[in-house]
């Protein structure tokens, strides 16, 4: 991924969805990676509007590739706001049942 480029048509490969209302830019094991929430999608044969829509909707995770990020999956997050990236370590149990 290019520092300091900016957002156009050419730099997603596949379709973003009317109701983004974020985007997480994340990196994990070297591999860079955007999660695009979406509140809803508009419904066919209605006015888009900001209250209305559908909101049965999933978050869009793409993963760069080859110069574009390309969809890498879908998580079903209905009428998702916004995204966070973390990492969960599970702690150490030693014998005696205690945390290390």
């Avoid at 997603?12 to 990676?33: D, K, P």
């Avoid at 999956?73 to 990492?87: N, Y």
Wanted: with cysteine.
């Amino acid at each position: 991924m290019r520092e300091g480029s900016t957002a156009s048509s050419s730099w997603c490969s596949g379709s973003l969805r009317s109701g983004a209302r974020a985007v997480e830019a994340f990196a994990h094991a070297g591999i860079h990676y955007l999660a695009v929430p979406q509140l809803a999608q508009d419904i066919p044969g209605r006015p888009a509007q900001m209250t209305g829509g559908d909101s049965n909707v999933e978050a869009l995770v793409y993963r760069w590739r080859d110069g574009a990020f390309v969809e890498h999956q879908r998580l079903p997050v209905p009428g998702g706001e916004d995204a966070e990236f973390f990492l969960y370590f599970r702690p150490r149990v030693s014998g005696s049942g205690e945390s290390a």
